[in-house]
């Protein structure tokens, strides 16, 4: 049997099928964090959720409470968490990368020659006339307005390509990496931020603008002599004084970037008071919000100049972030 339809009858069905559709709109607002959150979590692109959303709504308030989100069409900042360890050289600071990168839903990197250093002239640069967010119809600057935040889906791609998930997942997974990753908390090991030319105020501005909801766990050594003669013998370097002032500076600038961050985003560690006793990292797992999650021991990378710790790492068989989708 045939069955023709014919021009009226066609916009009837039209007309209700828009009223279908408003219906559901309404039932289902995008005003609904949940749905909102929902739907994000399936983007391939990291950060971007381009439902043309402009709003301030944060994801993630457990991991960022204090974070500044500009969502717009073009970028999402605060939908990915990230965790960085910011530290000076011979600190310690790949025992952390280590220990923090066993807790489950995390995936750290490590050092990669301050390519973050490097992004934040990309950031800087587009700041120096009246470029960013502001539209020009005309002339050699023409472009459309560029919201604000806009670009922190850039610096965080950098991330996530400098810290990518396994080589099967990557090639096997009946997935994509952005969905597959959508609720990793992502993060890299640095001891370069400080050798760059900025203060710890313009470097604590450049990651609240791209990458706002972060955490820093930030290391220091308070013997700078002992981290000196490790620098020394680590990197052969026999300039003990100049060593010692590039000590010095390296560990106020990381005291000063830290107090530049809220209590809520950075914590600050000391190698001695952490190297021979767990309970300064565990109170860091407690501030993550880490539950039933404790380790029992240090494992000491890097002991001895270059050893590695075939200790195991055990963080109790209830550890869970509680948070991760």
């Not at 339809?5 to 099928?17: E, R, S, W, Y």
């Not at 968490?81 to 990197?109: E, K, Q, W």
């Not at 810290?163 to 990557?170: A, F, G, L, V, Y």
């Not at 001891?191 to 290391?219: G, H, L």
């Amino acid at each position: 049997m045939v069955y023709s339809i014919n021009k009226k009858t066609h916009t009837q069905i039209f007309l209700v099928a828009v009223a279908i559709y408003l219906l559901v709109s309404v039932i289902v607002s995008p005003d609904d964090p949940s749905v909102v959150r929902g739907l994000e979590s399936k983007n391939e692109s990291p950060g971007e959720d381009g439902r043309g959303l402009s709003n301030d709504r944060n994801p993630h308030k457990e991991w960022c409470p204090d974070a500044r989100c500009s969502n717009s069409p073009m970028c999402s900042p605060c939908n990915r968490r990230f965790l960085f360890i910011v530290a000076t050289g011979r600190s310690g600071s790949t025992t952390l990368l280590d220990m923090f990168n066993s807790l489950p839903g995390v995936r750290l990197a490590g050092e990669n020659w301050g390519e973050l250093n490097i992004a934040a002239d990309l950031a800087s640069n587009l700041h120096q006339g009246w470029f960013v967010n502001d539209a020009y119809g005309r002339g050699p600057f023409k472009h459309n307005p560029i919201p604000k935040q806009s670009m922190a889906c850039v610096h965080q791609h950098l991330v996530h390509a400098l810290n990518p998930p396994s080589e099967w997942m990557q090639h096997f997974a009946h997935k994509p990496v952005g969905e597959y990753d959508s609720s990793t908390i992502l993060g890299i090991k640095t001891i370069r931020i400080q050798d760059k030319e900025w203060t710890p105020k313009e470097a604590a501005a450049y990651f609240m603008e791209n990458f706002p909801c972060s955490r820093f766990i930030v290391n220091i050594r308070q013997d700078s002599h002992a981290q000196t003669k490790s620098m020394i013998r680590a990197f052969h370097s026999n300039n003990y004084t100049q060593t010692f002032e590039r000590v010095e500076r390296a560990n106020q600038f990381l005291m000063e970037f830290t107090n530049k961050l809220s209590p809520n985003t950075a914590m600050l560690l000391e190698l001695d008071e952490w190297k021979s006793n767990v309970t300064p990292l565990n109170r860091v797992l407690t501030w993550l919000g880490f539950r039933g999650c404790s380790f029992s021991d240090v494992v000491h990378e890097n002991r001895n100049d270059y050893e590695l710790d075939d200790k195991t790492l055990q963080l109790g068989d209830t550890c869970e972030y509680p948070f991760l989708q």
